[in-house]
Nanobody, 118 residues
Framework: QVQLVESGGGYVQPGGSLRLSCVTS????????MGWHRQAPGKERELVAR???????YYDVPVKGRFTISRDYAKNVMYLQMKSLEPEDTAVYFC????????????WGQGTQVTVSS
């Protein structure tokens, strides 16, 4: 069974930093676009950042310049380094993987809570 497991969330004051990790298991291929999504209470889930198998990255405008997405293929781990965190960043963050060969093959983690507050 393919599984994605997030970790690294928690409480942090405005201006602080956190690093989220997503560990993959099962038969997931390196030919997947991976990314981070977040969902705040009462709001739609939104894409935060994504990275292609070739290393190309995309960031949503509110996090651009503050967040960095990366992937370690040898360790099967994807990271989201978050700096200069703001209260608006408070949400549950989800790890996602989508096949570039078979689009209907997509997987989600259970999520990790990030709370930015004084």
């Amino acid at each position: 069974q393919v599984q994605l497991v997030e970790s690294g969330g928690g409480y942090v004051q405005p201006g602080g930093s956190l690093r989220l990790s997503c560990v993959t298991s099962g038969n997931i291929s390196t030919n997947y676009i991976m990314g981070w999504h977040r969902q705040a209470p009462g709001k739609e889930r939104e894409l935060v950042a994504r990275i292609t198998p070739g290393g190309a990255t995309y960031y949503d405008v509110p996090v651009k310049g503050r967040f960095t997405i990366s992937r370690d293929y040898a360790k099967n781990v994807m990271y989201l380094q978050m700096k200069s965190l703001e209260p608006e960043d408070t949400a549950v963050y989800f790890c996602n993987a989508n096949s570039t060969i078979t689009p209907e093959f997509r997987y989600w983690g259970q999520g990790t809570q990030v709370t930015v507050s004084s």
